[in-house]
């Protein structure tokens, strides 16, 4: 089963901010927060990840409250391109690399509408 | 060029033939998985490897096998299709560099249908 819960689908209007949010309340304190999206049928694509402090970088934002029990993925502006299927995971690192073990849950459909 | 290539991209097959899904990574990337993904569903984790001699099973292992035949070749068997392993597969990679972001590299997926 998966380690998160997240809602299964959101209406985002475009140039608007989407938040997603996401529920991992039995996170392991080695685990980091992952968030990958799924456009249609395509491979994922790796958005953002963090352990407890808040990132940020080119795609998103993530929020993850202080006792890292649920964490919020911020798309600033959301634009028609990005309407996909959005998953939180938590992962173990070890040496840098993810260990395998990636659950990806159903995730959240986001529907951004003009 | 791709960083991750699978072939082939589509497939159709019978009930009971042997069935080999490639995937190829030019990332340099020590660790490889496969997965499959069924309508509305998540993915779920089929085998991984960490590197050439290191082969380990995933959630859904059962009916499948895999090979790595190099650092860069990672190859998933299906030895008797059967139709409930019609479904969306994809291959991964991620890097084990010490301080890596440890994010998975994803091919463009092989649709499978088994009739």
């Known amino acids: 089963d998966a380690k998160t819960t997240q809602p299964p689908s959101m209406d985002c209007a475009e140039g608007r901010a989407a938040n997603l949010p996401c529920n991992h309340s039995?996170?392991?304190?080695?685990?980091?927060v992952y968030w990958y999206r799924q456009i249609h049928s395509q491979g994922p694509q790796y958005i953002i990840h963090?352990?407890?402090n808040n990132e940020t970088n080119e795609m998103a934002s993530l929020i993850i409250t202080e006792d890292r029990k649920s964490s919020t993925l911020i798309l600033p502006h959301a634009t028609l391109r990005d309407t996909a299927v959005y998953y939180c995971?938590?992962?173990?690192?070890?040496?840098?690399?993810?260990?395998?073990?990636?659950?990806f849950g159903k995730g959240t459909k986001l529907s951004v509408k003009p | 060029d791709a960083d991750v290539t699978q072939t082939p991209r589509n497939r159709i097959t019978k009930t009971g033939k042997r069935i080999m899904l490639e995937c190829s990574q030019t990332?340099?990337?020590?660790?490889m998985y496969w997965y499959r993904q069924d309508p509305g569903l998540g993915l779920r984790l089929i085998y991984y490897?960490?590197?050439?001699?290191?082969?380990n099973k995933g959630e859904i292992s059962d009916g499948y096998s895999v090979s790595r035949q190099a650092q860069a070749k990672f190859s998933l068997s299906l030895e008797s299709a059967i139709p409930n392993q019609t479904a969306l597969y994809f291959c991964?990679?991620?890097?084990?560099?010490?301080?890596?972001?440890?994010?998975?590299?994803f091919g463009p997926g092989t649709r499978l249908t088994v009739l």
């Open positions: 991964a990679t991620s890097d084990l560099q010490f301080g890596g972001r440890g994010e998975q590299f």
């Open positions: 039995t996170i392991s304190g080695n685990e980091y």
């Open positions: 963090g352990l407890k």
């Open positions: 995971i938590v992962d173990a690192l070890n040496y840098g690399g993810s260990q395998g073990n990636l659950i």
């Open positions: 990332k340099g990337h020590d660790r």
């Open positions: 490897s960490f590197d050439v001699k290191d082969i």
